[in-house]
């Protein structure tokens, strides 16, 4: 990699700026190519953000350096991009704003990165210190450290370019350590211009050493996990996104494998194993929650998409109640165990480190299940199989969510290296439980807030990190968040394929307004909307699918020329139901909590 002084050698416009040669012409460096050479030093070579004051050269002399510079259309979607892009790769993803309204804008995504443990590091330029700090009104003013630390695991401010390389040293351990996060880096625009001695400058900087250390749990927390899964008669293992993220795939398969216990992927950790697999419960997950007796946890948290371990769904007798499970928790946060309800086995550190001393203690004697549990799995397994099957088999006109998603389902069957990217109400439910995934850390979604709005920018990530093509599922009012970024995936001609799954609105576009007054009700939009247009515009290819021949016809050839693509797919607008499967959190009136 280049050092800070090569780099200032090699820039012209830091030539031509002042202070950067002293007068008995020793090297100096700046700001700019301090924060960039301490990127590089750490290994990241890519950047995800939106130029302007004071960012605007930094964002020219990144390129010029050799880094990937992936501008967006806004910042929201840049930062989900550098999310995703952290846990693709454990590596934290970068995402560079400008300061005040930049700033806010990637705050979503910083925010959403550390509800779903994915380390990423938003560096935003900001104001003046002097003139925020007494409130004089500068250019784009506003306290944004203060307002970043409680959304982020960390938040740091740099004001002097000796401390550019503790700075940076500093995010990417908190973004990438223990669970991962989202960390805040404020740069004041002053700093970019400072200069100082090379030399000085390049030993200032940090190669982080071990960003993410192994954490080795203790031997008698996996001796005791063993024992509670061995006492099981009806063990269940969950895998959560954790799990996925760990990249600790071979373990965790043969752990599964070799203990025989079903296992119940959540949507991201779709692929850890494929979700053909034998041992999947997945389509019988609403009789193996609440018939299990001993549940272990790998890397999933028992919050709202778990039912917070309790209530009708594991078998409870009302909505709070404990349906009798034992838990055993994987997880690399001490605090996580009990925070919903009484986790019997713990089991504390990094995931590949505890599934190791895992495997290592089955030991060859280890009794599988019992064959009434698997068996009573496996049953109802078919028994929902086969009601998809006949789902799957139908072909309405016009097309449901499940003729087109038979589609899809095969697409992804013959292409398990692509990226799949899913968001959206009806469009995200169904898609997650018809189309299987086969390999790890393909499938990146909503994730724990079911945020809409990752669409477009996981995906730009998603082709820029892996290289391969990426099939993104999206309710038409999903893709409404970041649907602009297809100008992005055009501009850098990225192998995406976007579908949408339109039904005319939020859920479905067949609402009338209960007032009966002349605008439409707040969940229908614009009756069949020609969004494959917006990837024309910008020179992709742009598919209004009515068939699920034309659906088919279109991804595959999207598929095979790599060529940005936008598929309008249209659905019944009657199809969806309010909220997906998620009917019920919608509250009622009138309804006693
Ligand atoms: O066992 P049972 O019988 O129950 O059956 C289950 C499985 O066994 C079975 N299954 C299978 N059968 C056969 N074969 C296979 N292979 C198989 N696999 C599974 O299928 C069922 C279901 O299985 P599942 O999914 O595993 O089980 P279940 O019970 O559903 O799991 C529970 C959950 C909670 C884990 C699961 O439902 C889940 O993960 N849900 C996530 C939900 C979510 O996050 N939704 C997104 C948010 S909704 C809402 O908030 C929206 N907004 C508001 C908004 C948001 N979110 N963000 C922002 C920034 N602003 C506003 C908006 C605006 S959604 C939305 C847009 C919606 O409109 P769109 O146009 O975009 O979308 P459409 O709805 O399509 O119009
Ligand atoms: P899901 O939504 O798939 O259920 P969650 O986001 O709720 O998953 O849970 C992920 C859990 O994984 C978090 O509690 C987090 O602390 C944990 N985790 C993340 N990375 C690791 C890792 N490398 N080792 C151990 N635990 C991890
Ligand atoms: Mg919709």
């Not at 460096?29 to 130029?51: E, M, Q, R, S, Y």
């Not at 740069?187 to 960003?211: C, N, W, Y």
Request: net charge neutral; aromatic share 6%; hydrophobic share 45%.
């Amino acid at each position: 990699m280049g050092t800070a002084e090569s780099q200032v050698a090699a820039t012209s416009d830091v030539q031509q700026h002042p202070g950067t040669t002293t007068a008995a012409s020793s090297p100096v460096t700046d700001g700019f190519h301090l924060v960039i050479d301490a990127l590089k030093l750490n290994g990241i070579d890519t950047i995800f953000g939106l130029p302007g004051i004071p960012i605007t050269d930094l964002t020219r002399m990144a390129q010029a350096a050799g880094m990937r510079v992936i501008s967006f259309r806004h910042e929201q979607n840049a930062g989900h991009a550098a999310a995703i892009a952290g846990f693709m790769t454990q590596k934290p993803g970068i995402c560079l704003t400008v300061s005040a309204p930049g700033f806010l804008n990637g705050l979503v995504a910083l925010a959403n990165a550390t509800t779903n443990c994915f380390p990423m590091i938003l560096i935003s330029g900001s104001s003046e210190r002097e003139i925020v700090d007494l409130q004089q009104g500068d250019y784009e003013e506003m306290d944004q450290l203060a307002i970043a630390k409680p959304l982020a695991k960390a938040a740091f401010r740099v004001l002097h370019a000796e401390d550019i390389g503790v700075g940076i040293a500093r995010a990417i351990r908190a973004a990438a350590s223990g669970r991962p996060g989202g960390v805040y880096l404020d740069l004041p625009a002053k700093l970019f211009a400072q200069t100082m001695d090379a030399h000085a400058g390049r030993r200032s900087l940090i190669e982080v050493v071990d960003p993410a250390p192994r954490q080795f749990p203790a031997q008698d927390a996996v001796q005791r996990a063993l024992e509670l899964l061995k006492s099981a008669k009806r063990p269940l293992i969950l895998l959560g996104k954790g799990a996925a993220y760990a990249q600790a795939d071979a373990d965790i398969r043969a752990f599964v494998e070799r203990t025989g216990i079903p296992y119940l992927p959540m949507s991201m950790a779709k692929g850890l194993l494929p979700d053909t697999h034998e041992q999947s419960a997945a389509a019988a997950r609403s009789y193996a929650l609440p018939e299990a007796d001993v549940v272990m946890l790998i890397g999933a948290r028992l919050n709202w998409l778990l039912s917070h371990g309790k209530g009708k769904t594991w078998g409870g007798k009302d909505h709070k109640a404990w349906g009798g499970q034992k838990f055993v928790q994987v997880d690399i946060s001490p605090q996580e165990a009990d925070s919903n309800v009484r986790v019997d086995a713990p089991v504390v550190g990094d995931i590949g480190s505890c599934m190791s001393l895992l495997l290592a203690g089955i030991g060859p004697n280890w009794t599988r299940p019992p064959a009434d549990w698997l068996t009573a799995i496996a049953e109802r397994k078919a028994k929902n199989i086969a009601k998809m099957a006949e789902a799957l088999a139908k072909d309405p006109t016009p097309m449901n969510f499940h003729s087109a998603l038979a589609v899809v389902r095969d697409i992804v069957k013959a292409n398990p290296d692509a990226c799949f990217v899913n968001e959206g109400a009806n469009a995200l439910d169904f898609t997650r439980s018809i189309v299987d995934m086969y390999r790890p850390r393909k499938r990146l979604d909503v994730g724990t807030w079911g945020v809409m709005g990752i669409g477009m920018g996981f995906s730009v990530a998603a082709a820029v990190v892996s290289g391969q093509p990426v099939i993104a599922i999206e309710g038409d009012s999903a893709f409404g968040f970041s649907g602009m970024e297809v100008e992005t995936i055009c501009r850098y001609n990225l192998p995406v394929c976007v579908v949408i799954l339109n039904n005319n609105g939020v859920y479905r576009g067949t609402d009338v307004n209960p007032g009966g007054g002349p605008d439409v009700a707040p969940t229908v939009f614009v009756k069949n909307a020609r969004y494959e247009k917006l990837m024309e515009a910008f020179g992709g290819a742009g598919v209004h699918a009515t068939t699920p021949g034309e659906l088919r016809k279109a991804m595959e050839e999207a598929i095979r020329s790599r060529r940005p693509t936008l598929v309008n797919a249209v659905i019944d607008e009657a199809a969806g139901t309010e909220s997906g499967r998620i009917t019920n959190l919608n509250p009622k009136s009138g309804k006693k909590s």
